[in-house]
């Protein structure tokens, strides 16, 4: 028991420190532990989702069910999440029962790890390390999203993603390129919009073909 008191000390001060290298609004530990409702909604899971691996009833739900009022973010006790996960703002928040999250991800409000359905079994999404989701985005049913991907704000996304890609739009779209600053941090405003980009390629392409035909014309 005190080596599990000691390891759920240990993962709080990680959840503290992560708020810190993340959010510039960050000023003092006072703020953080009043203040940052994705905290405290981390710090009931992992109390709820000790309980549910002790196979304790409906207990873990009960704390789930009363932190989604207070906070506004709903974590399932069943649901798997890594060290140093962040939760920005976090009103809205729906995270399902099978969803794995890795280490080291962080997500904006309103976001959406759910399901598709009432299929069984596995359901909701696994998330790797580093990943970062936008404000708004729904990740929906058995996929996986690989290290480093980014989800841009709205999107919905229904496939898997491999490793370092970027996903935006709906349904989600891969744009194969790295829109990261030197800390890692999914840059919003630099990300293709790839509908716009296909709509440029078939400007470009009637064109092309107008001036074809005024060159036979001729």
């Given at each position: ?24 609004a ?19 899971y ?21 932190t ?11 649901a ?77 996304v ?26 890692g ?12 980009c ?21």
């Amino acid at each position: 028991m005190l080596k599990l008191i000691k390891r759920g000390i240990t993962k709080v001060k990680e959840d503290i420190q992560v708020i810190y290298d993340k959010d510039p609004a960050a000023t003092n530990i006072l703020e953080v532990l009043l203040c940052y409702p994705g905290l405290h909604a981390l710090i009931a899971y992992r109390f709820a989702h000790r309980l549910y691996k002790w196979h304790i009833p409906l207990i873990p739900r009960i704390i789930s069910y009363l932190t989604r009022i207070i906070t506004g973010i709903e974590i399932h006790p069943a649901a798997k999440i890594g060290r140093r996960f962040f939760i920005d703002h976090g009103e809205g928040v729906v995270i399902g029962a099978t969803t794995e999250i890795g280490d080291d991800v962080l997500i904006y409000q309103q976001v959406t790890l759910g399901g598709t359905g009432k299929e069984q079994g596995k359901r909701h999404p696994t998330l790797g390390n580093n990943v970062i989701v936008g404000a708004g985005a729904k990740v929906l049913g058995n996929i996986k999203l690989g290290d480093y991907v980014r989800v841009g704000a709205g999107s919905v996304v229904v496939e898997d993603v491999p490793e370092y890609s970027t996903v935006v739009g709906i349904p989600g779209r891969i744009v194969h390129r790295k829109i990261r600053d030197k800390n890692g941090v999914l840059m919003h405003n630099r990300i293709p919009d790839p509908i716009k980009c296909e709509l440029n390629r078939l400007k470009y392409e009637l064109q092309e073909l107008k001036e074809k035909i005024n060159e036979n014309k001729e």
